[in-house]
């Protein structure tokens, strides 16, 4: 079984910088994408970032300029830096892996990290 464990969270004063990390473990043939997503109560959760494999990354509008996510492929981490962050950043933000599990089977699942909390206040 895959495991996302997420870390980085916490509380920021706006225009401050956190960094997200995101490490997966378990069995696995490859991770086809690595991203982040987040969630505001009362709000759906939205896409804030995704990396796939080959390297191209795509980012939500609102935070283009500010964040940027990274992979590190030998330790199947994810990282979101977030900088000059605003009160509309606040959230839980959940790391998400699309992976493929045999080599034999190209079928993909998703997985879900637990989450962490992100608030941007003063």
């Known amino acids: 079984q895959v495991q996302l464990v997420e870390s980085g969270g916490g509380l920021v004063q706006p225009g401050g910088s956190l960094r997200l990390s995101c490490a997966a473990s378990g069995s696995m043939f490859s991770i086809n994408a690595m991203g982040w997503y987040r969630q505001a109560p009362g709000k759906q959760r939205e896409l804030v970032a995704l990396?796939?494999?080959?390297?191209?990354?795509d980012y939500q509008d609102s935070v283009k300029g500010r964040f940027t996510i990274s992979r590190d492929g030998a330790k199947n981490t994810v990282y979101l830096q977030m900088n000059r962050l605003k009160p509309e950043d606040t959230a839980v933000y959940f790391c998400?892996?699309?992976?493929?599990?045999?080599?034999?089977?190209?079928?993909?699942?998703?997985?879900w990290g637990q989450g962490t909390q992100v608030t941007v206040s003063s």
């Open positions: 990396i796939a494999s080959g390297g191209s990354t």
């Open positions: 998400y892996a699309e992976i493929q599990a045999k080599s034999y089977d190209s079928g993909t699942t998703a997985y």
